[in-house]
């Protein structure tokens, strides 16, 4: 009884997590991670997410690769890689809490700020992407926390929700396979992990297609706010987390 209640309970968080993730374009990692270190442990959790954040990511892409902003997408891609091993080397710089505080903060106020005052400057030079990317890479390579920089950087350049998710998904497939060898090789693909990827992979492809149905009948105005107010919603998770 306890198997299926826990295999139950791994699956409706992942749907949860994977239809966020496929309606907004990002934000999975940071629902998903904490709900499941409580059912699995963080040891099955952390690449039991990743491998679900690749499929999300594959998934998405597949039909929706056209909509990917290229230039900003391997621009983002390039400096992320620059950056992960300058936030490793820097690791023991700053403790995660600080920083994660910090980082949230900085969300909340931005979201809360577009809410009611949505004056911030529309970025035309795609240049600035190379900024954001090694912005992404140090605080990825540091604290797993690479997200949130690129999130900022669409929303900046003003991108459709379509092209938002696709190209979210872009930067987010090739990062993501980084961290799956990772893992792989530090043998934390496991029995356990395995099987209940398997077991979620139908539910994953199931909330990334009820997903992909909401991102495309939310206007452009109503889904900017959406996507301030669960920017609010990440920063209170990486305060608490």
Do not use: C
């Not at 039991?48 to 621009?75: C, H, Q």
């Not at 979620?200 to 297609?209: K, R």
Request: hydrophobic letters at 55%; proline letters at 5%.
């Amino acid at each position: 009884m306890e198997f299926f209640s826990t295999t139950f309970l791994v699956l409706l968080i992942l749907f949860l997590s994977t239809f966020i993730r496929s309606a907004l374009g990002f934000g999975d990692a940071l629902i998903a991670m904490p709900l499941l270190a409580l059912v699995v442990g963080l040891q099955v959790a952390t690449p039991l997410v990743a491998m679900g954040a690749s499929t999300i990511a594959f998934t998405i892409l597949l039909k929706s690769w056209r909509k990917v902003e290229i230039k900003a997408a391997w621009r983002l891609v390039l400096s992320t890689w620059i950056g992960i091993p300058i936030g490793i080397y820097f690791l023991k710089a700053a403790p995660e809490p600080l920083v994660n505080s910090l980082l949230g903060i900085l969300l909340i106020g931005f979201g809360s700020y577009n809410l009611f005052v949505p004056t911030l400057p529309r970025l035309l030079n795609e240049k600035w992407a190379y900024l954001t990317g090694l912005i992404a890479g140090i605080l990825g390579g540091a604290y797993n926390t690479n997200g949130p920089p690129v999130v900022v950087y669409g929303i900046l350049r003003r991108w459709d929700p379509e092209k938002f998710r696709a190209t979210l998904q872009g930067y987010f497939l090739p990062t993501g396979f980084a961290i799956l060898i990772t893992h792989g090789l530090a043998g934390m693909w496991t029995s356990e992990v395995i099987r209940l990827y398997g077991y979620s992979l139908p539910i994953i492809i199931g909330a990334v297609l009820v997903g992909e149905k909401v991102n495309q009948i939310i206007p452009q105005g109503k889904f900017d706010k959406i996507v301030y107010g669960f920017l609010v919603v990440i920063g209170f998770f990486l305060i608490i987390r």
